[in-house]
């Protein structure tokens, strides 16, 4: 395996356990777990809107 990739693993492994620990800390933070699914449903719409759009756009264009 080069350096680079492992370099990149080595990150990746280190964010992945930040990563791990945050959401056992959230999990038992029941007021910092119910505004992280607010703040994702929130999230959740607007990619859904956006997509909406895109399909929209998508849908005239191929109509021309």
Known sequence: MNKAIKSEQD????DD???LASYQ????DKAR??????AAEKRAK?????ASSARKSVDALKKN
Do not use: G, H, P, T
Request: overall charge negative; hydrophobic content about 50%.
């Open 11 to 14: 990150w990746q492994a280190e």
């Open 17 to 19: 356990a930040r990563v």
């Open 25 to 28: 800390d959230i999990l038992n």
């Open 33 to 38: 777990l119910k505004r992280a699914m607010s």
């Open 46 to 50: 607007q990619l859904e809107d956006a």
